[in-house]
């Protein structure tokens, strides 16, 4: 048997990107 | 006597966490771009709403960040002006001084506020190091 589990998710962006004053930046990709 | 070889697995909501370092004092500020797939294109962000909040711990206080968005980049810059940093924190002892909790809140607005949709997209820490120079 298998067996299927999903989560609703509206409409996501697919990363976010920081970016500090200091001019550091981080990307994260988001989960889908 | 038998074991499972599936281990619990976790799915679901899982927002990205960062660590934020912020100088008592200082007004502070960071940019967050909501990117497409490719990383690049901005995504469109223009009917959603943000909320930025920060607790502090040991003052029990809930400060709300100002976050202005932009539209066409797709980015919300928030900012924590330096008339709120300078109550995150007291002494001068230590180099770190106090450590909030903070986060960002998306309301993706629906067709009716019964379709608005809550995303919390960003969670973190903002550490406060200690300032010794006073404006």
């Known amino acids: ?32 | 006597m038998s074991s499972s070889i599936c281990g619990p697995e976790i799915f679901g909501a899982d927002p990205i966490n960062i660590k934020w370092s912020v100088v008592r004092g200082d007004t502070a500020s960071i940019t967050v771009s909501f990117l497409q797939n490719d990383e690049v294109t901005p995504f469109n962000i223009s009917t959603w709403d943000f909320t930025c909040t920060a607790y502090d711990p040991y003052s029990d206080m809930v400060d709300v960040l100002t976050s202005v968005k932009n539209i066409s980049a797709g980015t919300i810059t928030i900012t924590a002006p330096a008339s709120m940093t300078k109550d995150w924190g007291t002494g001068y002892k230590k180099v770190r001084v106090n450590e909030l909790r903070f986060d960002v809140q998306a309301t993706i607005n629906g067709a009716t506020d019964a379709q608005d949709i809550i995303w919390t997209p960003i969670i973190g820490s903002i550490s406060v190091l200690s300032d010794l120079s006073y404006n």
């Open chain 1, 1 to 32: 048997m298998i067996i299927k589990v999903s989560e609703n998710k509206p409409n996501l962006p697919g990363a976010i990107k920081i970016t500090y004053s200091s001019g550091q930046v981080q990307v994260f990709k988001i989960k889908k």
